[in-house]
Every structure is written in C-alpha cells, then in structure tokens.
C-alpha cells in the first residue's frame, strides 16, 4: 500500500496560477504511474493528468495547455502546475498511484479558482 499526500491547493483568482505536490512513500516510486483526478462540484471524478513510469504525458482537453505534469524520482513526488486557471478548474484534486490494476489514492487538496 502507497500512501499519498497532496499539497498546494488554495483559492486563486481566475487567471492565476498554483502547483500542486504529491509525496510518495514508496521506494518503488519510479515504477509507478502517477496521475492527478479532479472532482468538482456535481459532476463525476475526471482523470486530469497522468505521467507514466517512463515520462509520458496524458491530458485532459480540457487542461491540455495549461497544466503541465511532472515527477521527481529522487523525492517520491509528482507534480502538477496548473496555469490560466478558470473557475471550472474548481474541484478537489487527488493523487494517484497506479502499477498494473492496483491503485492508490491520497486524500485530496481543494483547488477553488474564483474572483
């Protein structure tokens, strides 16, 4: 079992910027693919961005342009830089670690994009 926990969430203005980070406490970080979910309000949870173990990259049309996600091998940590931030980025965001069909997931950090 993987235990994650997210930071960098907040209130920012529409436009704005934030970066959320997810710690790892694993040894086996590097094998795992990391992938960030939101959930907003009345709507289902969305799989938003996702790095896989070798370095790609997936994202959601919706964000694609603006979110840029990233991993640090040697600090357990993914990262996920949102800019050009809209009020329907609002949600809370989890972390997630995936290898094969296990997944694991932190307890989420609220984003809250408003003026």
């Given at each position: 079992?993987?235990?994650?926990?997210?930071?960098?969430?907040?209130?920012?203005?529409?436009?704005?910027?934030?970066r959320l980070s997810c710690a790892a406490s694993t040894s086996r970080f590097s094998i795992y693919a990391m992938g960030w979910y939101r959930l907003a309000p009345g709507k289902q949870r969305e799989l938003v961005a996702e790095i896989t173990a070798g370095g790609s990259t997936y994202y959601a049309e919706s964000v694609k342009d603006?979110?840029?996600?990233?991993?640090?091998?040697?600090?357990?940590?993914?990262?996920?830089?949102?800019?050009?931030?809209?009020?329907?980025?609002?949600?809370?965001?989890y972390c997630n670690a995936r290898l094969l069909n296990h997944n694991n997931w932190g307890l989420g950090t609220q984003v809250t994009v408003s003026s």
């Amino acid at each position: 079992q993987v235990q994650l926990v997210e930071s960098g969430g907040g209130l920012v203005q529409p436009g704005g910027s934030l970066r959320l980070s997810c710690a790892a406490s694993t040894s086996r970080f590097s094998i795992y693919a990391m992938g960030w979910y939101r959930l907003a309000p009345g709507k289902q949870r969305e799989l938003v961005a996702e790095i896989t173990a070798g370095g790609s990259t997936y994202y959601a049309e919706s964000v694609k342009d603006r979110f840029t996600t990233s991993r640090d091998n040697a600090k357990n940590t993914v990262y996920l830089q949102m800019n050009t931030l809209k009020p329907d980025d609002t949600g809370v965001y989890y972390c997630n670690a995936r290898l094969l069909n296990h997944n694991n997931w932190g307890l989420g950090t609220q984003v809250t994009v408003s003026s």
